[in-house]
């Protein structure tokens, strides 16, 4: 048996800021079961994988990430099929969502949120994907059963999220926050935090609807300044070249700071997923400054 990628990960202390997958708006589908590697296309006790796919495609088609979901614990005799769409863009953070009777009207679904009822909680997803890394079941499953507990109407089960090697991941909507190792901290205190409107950047990976750089940007401005709360440097100007980016963030009542970052290859290289074989070099910033814009 190899290594854990994510205890991998954990050992080698690799920094996890800057890694949040891409994602302005996603589409979260109960399915209720047991989920293969692809969790539309390989659950055929769940879904029909034909039908999977045009639901994929569908989600693909109108530039959204598509996610599974299913409630932590022992599965219910009679499933049900709720559904979610957030959108995480910045002043436009929302999440509606409803119900169908059954899996095919999964593709009758409004994806521009139309006909939809607002949803009022956060959502809180842990990825359990157990077939898709085996991280991600001992790492997600565990943190998913303290946030149960604590918020057993917020918090789902979710296919894979990204960033294997950080399981236990976590995506906190309508912002789209993305967690992880959150096995390895108290997950339920990230969520309270949440509430408060702040982050905890030591687990923080970025907010999905940025690009890397600027959530690169955002977390050298909260290091230096220690403003953790979640809607503070908002971008203003981004400006790339030279193989570095200058991202201009708004400093709310203080005054605005242009930090400029600077990408490159990890000197190590990295098993990314417990399955992969040859490691390979991932891509890091680094701080070139901070200034006041």
Do not use: N
Request: hydrophobic share 40%; net charge negative.
């Amino acid at each position: 048996m190899t290594f854990p990628c994510s205890d991998r990960s954990l050992s080698a202390d690799e920094p996890m800021f800057a890694t949040a997958s891409a994602g302005g708006r996603w589409l979260l589908l109960e399915l209720c079961g047991p989920w293969g590697p692809s969790a539309f296309i390989e659950s055929p006790s769940v879904i029909d994988p034909a039908l999977g796919l045009a639901i994929v495609r569908r989600a693909e088609a109108a530039s959204m990430r598509i996610v599974a979901i299913r409630r932590h614990g022992r599965r219910p005799g009679t499933r049900r099929w709720r559904w979610f769409i957030a959108d995480t863009r910045l002043d436009e953070s929302t999440i509606v969502g409803g119900e169908v009777d059954r899996p095919e009207a999964y593709l009758d679904i409004p994806l521009d949120g139309a006909a939809a009822d607002p949803v009022e909680r956060p959502l809180v997803a842990v990825c359990a994907h157990g077939k898709h890394d085996r991280c991600c079941a001992v790492r997600g499953r565990a943190a998913t059963a303290a946030l149960a507990a604590a918020f057993p109407e917020e918090t789902w089960e979710c296919s894979h999220l990204g960033g294997d090697r950080f399981a236990a991941t976590m995506l906190v909507l309508p912002e789209g926050l993305s967690y992880g190792r959150v096995d390895t901290t108290d997950a339920v205190e990230l969520v309270r935090l949440y509430q408060k409107g702040r982050v905890d950047g030591r687990h923080l990976r970025g907010r999905t609807c940025l690009t890397h750089e600027v959530q690169a940007a955002q977390h050298f401005a909260r290091e230096r300044t220690g403003d953790d709360r979640i809607d503070a440097w908002r971008p203003l100007a981004v400006h790339a070249g030279d193989g570095v980016t200058r991202v201009t963030l708004d400093g709310g009542d203080g005054p605005a700071l242009a930090v400029t970052v600077r990408a490159e290859l990890s000197a190590e290289p990295v098993y990314t997923m417990c399955r992969a074989t040859v490691p390979g070099t991932v891509r890091r910033f680094v701080c070139e400054s901070v200034v006041e814009a």
